[in-house]
């Protein structure tokens, strides 16, 4: 029906994508930088947080705001080995470039290389893989001088691909060190957290990442999703799709996507414009 899908235009004007990928990067990508932004631009989006596993993006956001000055972009750095892995330096400079937010390891994360081991893809060298914790279940040192730089930078903290576990250990050390963490997409199965770990972080002043990708792929299913969010709460949600893949939907598509299937599953417009714009605007300090 047209006038619902207009409905939900007008629900999603403003909305912040805050987990995808594009191009230029080492991997194929469904649409570039400024295909993106003329995409957000056209369909009444505000702009979106770039993501990279394996380069800064903070250069690149910086080039499309002076482009597109009616949107708002944001980078920030992944801590993979490209970067030195768990390397403060590689944060502070992704600050000083404007970065917003810097993500814990993905690739290269040793949780997420076994999950992939244990899921029939081939793994990376295990002496490469990156570890949060130590063998007593503690952060590294390394990980709490991440924190510590991104709370000195201004800069959101994203788990990642680490496990659970680890990421907790991330949402607690961040409550302390006053760090805004965020759950990277919590509901994927490669680092799944429960319904309870996920409040728990939020009881901390985390917030839950769920991304359309996990619902798209028949991964997580969308009742899933609504129940989590419902359990968490929805002030402490954001809601982005993760996709950039050349088989995926582009992203603005995904976004209406996923608010079509939310609002099918009881969410209010007021309650998808909090977890789509009004949140991810805080969180990038693009508030009005």
């Known amino acids: 029906d047209e006038l619902e899908a207009q409905h939900m235009r007008d629900c999603l004007r403003g909305a912040y994508e805050m987990h995808v990928h594009t191009s230029p990067d080492v ?3 469904k649409c570039s930088d400024l295909e993106l932004a003329r995409r957000f631009r056209d369909a009444g989006l505000a702009g979106a947080l770039i993501k990279c596993h394996y380069a800064d993006t903070a250069a690149r956001a910086a080039l499309l705001n002076e482009q597109f000055t009616q949107l708002h972009f944001a980078g920030g750095v992944t801590l993979n080995n490209s970067v030195g892995g768990l390397n403060p330096e590689a944060v502070a400079t992704s600050g000083k ?3 917003r937010i810097v993500w814990f390891p993905t690739m290269d994360s040793r949780s997420y290389q076994e999950f992939r081991k244990q899921n029939g893809t081939s793994g990376a060298d295990p002496s490469k893989c990156i570890d949060v914790l ?3 279940g503690n952060l590294v040192p390394e990980a709490l001088a991440v924190l510590e730089t991104a709370k000195r930078c201004g800069m959101l903290v994203g788990t990642g691909h680490v ?3 680890e990421g907790l250990a991330l949402a607690r050390a961040g409550a302390k060190t006053g760090c805004q ?3 990277t ?3 994927n199965p490669a680092d799944v957290y429960t319904t309870d770990q996920q409040r728990e972080a939020a009881a901390l002043g985390a917030i839950v990442e769920h991304c359309y990708f996990t619902t798209y792929y028949k991964r997580t299913p969308i009742e899933t999703i609504a129940a989590q969010i419902r359990a968490v709460g929805v002030e402490r949600v954001i ?3 993760d996709f950039g893949q050349p088989q995926s939907p582009y992203s603005d598509e995904g976004l209406l996507q996923y608010a079509d ?3 099918a599953q009881g969410f209010s417009d007021a309650e998808l414009g909090m977890m789509f714009r009004d949140t991810p605007a805080r969180l990038l300090g693009f508030e009005c």
Do not use: C, E, N, Y
């Open 27 to 29: 991997t194929a990508r």
């Open 97 to 99: 470039m404007g970065g």
């Open 134 to 136: 130590d063998g007593r």
């Open 163 to 165: 496990s659970a576990a």
């Open 181 to 183: 963490v965020i759950l």
């Open 185 to 187: 997409h919590a509901d």
């Open 239 to 241: 809601l982005s799709t």
């Open 261 to 263: 299937l939310l609002a």
